[in-house]
Antibody
Framework: EVQLVETGGGLVQPGGSLRLSCVAS????????MSWVRQAPGKGLEWVSV???????NYADSVKGRFTFSRDTSKNTLYLQMNSLRAEDTAVYYC????????WGQGTLVTVSS | EIVMTQSPATLSVSPGERATLSCRAS??????LAWYQQKRGQAPRLLFY???TRATGVPARFSASGSGTEFTLTISSLQSEDFAVYYC?????????FGGGTKVEFK
């Protein structure tokens, strides 16, 4: 059974950093595109970043230069390192599989506030 | 960036009625279009990919069609569990983009 479990969310001050994790089971993260998608409170969905099966990464302009998507294949785990956080980064962050997001995690809430 | 526009923003429907949701892309996305259903407090759920391919477990009352820039999601006879927000999503070009969503609410 495919499962994605995100952890690492919490309250952080503007300018701070946070690292999210997404543990995958039931498949290997290197066999698919994997993405982070976020949803601000009461708002729609926004794609954040992708990592290709070969390891190449791509980012939305809104996070480019501040966020880094990586993975540990030995742990079948994805990471989103978020630096220089802003209030507008406040959202539930989901990891999702493939380009058309066939599986999603339950999400982890990141709140950026002083 | 490809802008995805969904209409209407809110659709008021009675159980048993038909619901038709639209999604328009600012440029062609070929057939690289997906639909999701999201209920309050839950992660989105994939309904369709490839514009019209039903995902595993999606009831037959849901159908989807379209290509290029115009896409439609239809729910033939609304059930109580179908009241939710629906999003379209193009995966033809980077950045991947979503429509703003259509909320299907009880009339």
């Amino acid at each position: 059974e495919v499962q994605l479990v995100e952890t690492g969310g919490g309250l952080v001050q503007p300018g701070g950093s946070l690292r999210l994790s997404c543990v995958a089971s039931g498949f290997t993260v290197t066999s698919n595109y994997m993405s982070w998608v976020r949803q601000a409170p009461g708002k729609g969905l926004e794609w954040v970043s992708v990592i290709y099966s070969g390891g190449f990464t791509n980012y939305a302009d809104s996070v480019k230069g501040r966020f880094t998507f990586s993975r540990d294949t030995s742990k079948n785990t994805l990471y989103l390192q978020m630096n220089s956080l802003r209030a507008e980064d406040t959202a539930v962050y989901y990891c999702a599989r493939a380009l058309y997001f066939d599986y999603w995690g339950q999400g982890t809430l990141v709140t950026v506030s002083s | 960036e490809i802008v995805m526009t969904q209409s209407p923003a809110t659709l008021s429907v009675s159980p048993g009625e038909r619901a038709t949701l639209s999604c328009r892309a600012s440029q062609s996305v070929s057939g690289n279009l997906a639909w999701y259903q999201q209920k309050r407090g839950q992660a989105p759920r994939l309904l369709f990919y490839g514009a019209s391919t039903r995902a595993t477990g999606v009831p037959a009352r849901f159908s989807a069609s379209g290509s290029g820039t115009e896409f439609t999601l239809t729910i033939s006879s609304l059930q109580s569990e179908d009241f939710a927000v629906y999003y379209c999503h193009q995966y033809d070009n980077w950045p991947l983009t979503f429509g703003g969503g259509t909320k299907v609410e009880f009339k």
